[in-house]
């Protein structure tokens, strides 16, 4: 055994990864993070993401403050007709925005964001913390479990029931129960979907929006933020803090698998051979490629293969990154509606139709976009797109498909904007199978595995994996796969590192 | 003889022809899908067989499974609680195999050819097991339960019956052993191995060579009492040697419906097939490594030898007649020992540290009346019958 042993080691400098670590060295443990790229950071980069929630208050907290700064953003669906919805996430200014389509549409609104709000902030309760293990049968896990049914039940015996209603529904049938604006259903519909592998009529993509409001401030149109310097900077600051209590990154560290001894994790080893040896071993990498690649199936007991062979993880989101050379015009948009988060999913219908190719695998010709202008450090404008749906091994070889589907969505946008082909310079695009093969997680889906009911809580990423512990002693995992999920927040690594300590 | 399958329910083994001739009484049951006899004459007759002479049974239905590819070896020992990293070519193990909570799922033995290929034989059909465990490993999984004739022949004459048959020097054949032979022209695999607790063989060979197998063997050991022997001598013999039955003395944990049915190696006597020395993990071993090191051990499997002649069928054990403490799993009346044995599921400390004052309570039946009776049982030893010649090389033969 070398000499050098660490307290752990963390796979993946992701952003979970480098909070993990950073609690983890406060508490004066001796941490190494092996990351496999480059670069730390893994998916939070301006390549992938957008937009972001801010980072809850406790996660910051827990590792001494952190001083970002959010630019809030407002969300626009555009309309062909040019009667774009633009909305804040202000309830006052929202309202009056909606009722200049529809009053109902707009009392409606306050209604349906009021009920869902409370029901987001009745599960975010429950998301911060770490979830019960099901199957440990402990008393205080039961316990767990209980507080969340009473913390529902505490709404009332008339919410309680709308919410055993609402639990396993479909936003399809919610949205048109409520609103007669195609747009209006259109633009929330897609916020339920997007980064999942659900159409509106899916029945589950209802908690999906629950899930997505909680982290995002218990809002529907607020709480989304472009950070100052891209996801960047809350790496680089992370860094900063990881550095500062003498946290080892070691870069192009590609960790191959993990050293077993006595039916116990006792290091890494790396695709370069090299061992590096540590009380505990956390992977901040998905839930399959933990399993497979880094516990090895040899190690595993076959009801546990069943379940990570079950576990869904399978993108359907893809980016296309149009570079301008001016910055174009959109029909009926001024300079503010062009700096907000611009959405093309004019109605559920429209969702749905490009859904269902998806399920065969197959790419519709008119996707759902979620649009970005950004401007580079030069000044000049780049326009970001999230593409939905677009499959992961897609049928027929991405590289085959992509060039006609990049000249679909630029298709798609130039019904909003008559000049936008003129000002593009160039294309990047990354597909699923992309970010599989950049950022080794296997799928290359953003949450690491679909957030859907079976897949959540006590039950993220497996039944008996809960908890950020794996089925191999001193292994655990603080990625986006675990509970409570992707989304950018940092509570995964949090509540990891708080298990991790427990038992160092 | 029609075969087509679409007119006839239940599938005929490769023996069907003979065996269907030897049945006398028209008793058969399903065994995997294939219908085979219960009993051909009489049960005495049957089991005296396989005391006395040889016994014939159709092994067909059994699940046989050929696990090939450069992990073969590696996987196997993955699979089952026993160590079998030192197993060598050409012999047999007996093995158990768990699910993740280190319950068990059923018992079989395991053929190695070579480190890249291996048989694994079972009483029910487990392919989708074994083809989900084989993930991270390079092997290959084929059924070849259909494709390979199999019969037993168990009894002190059997070695002389088979050396008739043309297999030369048999009775060098340690138990757990196998061996290829050339008979009359085709290919049969021999192997020391059996169910009744006694001297005895199994073979293996072509389905297109097992009419005239059979043919042969009985003509071999016309002058040595070989008698065809159904599933009900088989049951008789197999409690008298102590051998577990799947889903009689304990639940499959993959078919049991309730959890707490479910039991693990410690709760059925195959402790001594989990080997915590293996330096690989094998499915199962941390939570059965859990109930070793906490001593969660709920139950025990263990032998009984009941006062009287009257069988203790179903029967609940008590503590000093009042207190429920198990069941029993199998009885019977051992003609060979003269003894009423039973094997019971007991729950602990009953049968491991105490074993006094244990209780039988019989409901012996008697013309559509039934008597009851308390019997004193004596915990012993589950192998009730192990003859010396079981284990003997070279091999007892008769003239």
């Known amino acids: 055994m070398s000499e050098k042993q660490y307290d752990a080691i963390i796979i993946g400098g992701g952003h979970n990864g480098l909070i993990c670590a950073s609690i983890l060295s406060k508490k004066n443990k001796k941490v190494l993070i092996c990351e496999a790229r480059e670069t730390c950071g893994g998916m939070a980069n301006q390549e992938i993401i957008n937009y972001v929630p801010s980072i809850p208050n406790s996660v910051s907290q827990s590792i001494g403050g952190l001083n970002l700064k959010y630019n809030s953003k407002g969300t626009i669906a555009l309309s062909e007709s040019g009667k774009h919805i633009r909305l804040i996430g202000n309830l006052h200014l929202d309202h009056a925005t909606i009722s200049k389509f529809s009053t109902q549409d707009a009392d409606r609104y306050l209604q349906f964001h009021d009920k869902m709000s409370q029901f987001s902030k009745t599960l975010g309760k429950f998301m911060m913390d770490s979830p019960p293990r099901i199957m440990n049968n402990s008393l205080s896990d039961y316990a767990k479990l209980l507080k969340l049914g009473l913390n529902v039940r505490m709404l009332g015996k008339k919410k309680f029931n709308e919410f055993a209603r609402m639990i396993g529904l479909n936003i399809a049938d919610e949205l048109e129960d409520n609103f007669e604006s195609t747009l209006l259903q259109g633009l929330i519909a897609h916020d339920s979907v997007l980064g999942s592998n659900l159409g509106p009529r899916s029945p589950g993509s209802l908690i999906n929006l629950l899930y997505r409001m909680a982290i995002h401030g218990n809002s529907l149109f607020g709480g989304i933020y472009e950070m100052d310097g891209g996801s960047e900077s809350l790496i680089s600051a992370l860094i900063e803090k990881c550095k500062k209590s003498n946290v080892e990154i070691k870069t192009s560290a590609f960790v191959k698998n993990c050293i077993v001894e006595d039916d116990k994790a006792i290091g890494v080893e790396l695709h370069n051979g090299e061992k590096i040896f540590a009380k505990t071993v956390i992977s901040n990498t998905d839930p399959r490629s933990t399993y497979f690649s880094l516990l090895g199936a040899q190690n595993l007991d076959t009801d546990v293969k069943r379940r990570i062979k079950h576990h869904r993880s399978k993108g359907r989101v893809a980016k296309l990154t149009l ?52 401007k580079d450090e030069a000044g000049a404008p780049f326009l970001d797109i999230q593409v939905q749906y677009a499959p992961y091994k897609a049928h027929g070889g991405w590289e085959n498909i992509k060039n006609d589907y990049i000249n679909s969505i630029i298709k798609i946008i130039s019904k909003y904007s008559s000049n936008i082909e003129s000002c593009i310079d160039s294309k990047a695009f990354i597909t699923p199978d992309d970010i599989e093969q950049d950022y080794h997680i296997s799928g290359g889906h953003w949450h690491h595995g679909e957030i859907q009911i079976d897949q959540l809580f006590m039950l993220r990423p497996i039944p008996g994996a809960a908890q950020y512990k794996t089925h191999l002693d001193g292994l655990y995992m603080c990625g986006a796969g675990t509970h409570p999920g992707g989304g950018m927040h940092g509570i995964s690594g949090k509540n990891a590192a708080k298990v991790v300590l427990g038992d160092l | 003889m029609n075969t087509d399958l679409r007119f006839s329910a239940l599938k005929r083994t490769p023996f069907h022809s003979r065996t269907s001739l030897a049945s006398r009484t028209n008793k058969w049951y399903t065994w995997n899908g294939f219908t085979v006899p219960t009993e051909y004459s009489t049960l005495e007759l049957e089991y005296t067989a396989a005391r006395n002479g040889t016994s014939v049974m159709d092994l067909t239905p059994m699940g046989k499974y050929e696990i090939t590819g450069d992990d073969a070896h590696s996987f196997v020992d993955y699979l089952v609680t026993r160590d079998l990293s030192e197993m060598k070519d050409n012999t047999v193990a007996y093995i158990i195999w768990c699910n993740e909570d280190g319950k068990v799922i059923d018992d079989g033995t395991v053929f190695k050819y070579s480190s890249k290929k291996f048989m694994l034989c079972c009483a029910v059909k487990i392919y989708n097991w074994l083809n989900d465990s084989a993930e991270g490993f390079n092997v290959n999984i084929a059924d070849v339960t259909d494709t390979i004739a199999a019969l037993s022949l168990q009894g002190p004459t059997s070695c002389s019956t088979l050396k008739n048959y043309g297999a030369n020097d048999l009775e060098n054949l340690a138990p757990f052993e196998m061996k290829e032979f050339s008979i009359n022209g085709y290919q049969v695999l021999i192997s020391r191995t059996g169910f009744t607790g006694d001297l005895g063989y199994e073979l293996w060979t072509d389905p297109q060579n097992a009419e005239t197998a059979w043919d042969s063997i009985f003509e071999a050991g016309k002058h040595l009492k070989i008698r065809p022997f159904g599933m009900h001598a088989l049951e008789m013999t197999r409690i ?151 284990n003997k090389v070279p091999a007892d033969l008769y003239e």
């Open chain 1, 323 to 374: 570079k301008l050379n001016k910055m174009p015009e959109f029909n009926d948009c001024d300079e503010i509606d062009l700096n907000s988060r611009m959405v093309i999913s004019p109605s559920i219908d429209y969702i749905e139709e490009n859904f269902n190719p998806s399920k065969f695998d197959k790419l519709s010709s008119e996707p759902v976009l979620e649009m970005c202008m950004k």
């Open chain 2, 240 to 390: 008298e040697a102590g051998f577990i039955q799947t889903n009689t003395d304990f639940m499959a944990a993959e078919d049991a419906l309730r959890p707490i049915r479910m039991r693990s190696p410690y709760e059925i006597g195959m402790g001594w097939l989990v080997h915590f020395k293996k330096k690989k993990y094998f499915i199962g071993k941390k939570a059965l490594k859990y109930e070793k090191e906490n001593s969660t051990t709920e139950r025990c499997l263990v032998g009984l030898d009941i006062d009287g002649d009257k069988p203790a069928h179903g029967s609940v054990i008590y503590n000093a007649k009042k207190q429920d403490i198990g069941i029993v799993t199998a009885a019977m009346w051992s003609p060979t020992m003269k003894r009423n044995i039973a094997l019971a599921s007991l729950k602990r400390p009953y049968g491991i540290k105490i074993k006094e004052n244990i209780f039988a309570e019989i409901y012996h039946p008697e013309e559509i009346e039934y008597r009851k009776i308390w019997a004193k049982c004596k915990v012993v030893k589950r192998q009730f019958y192990s003859p010396e010649r079981r």
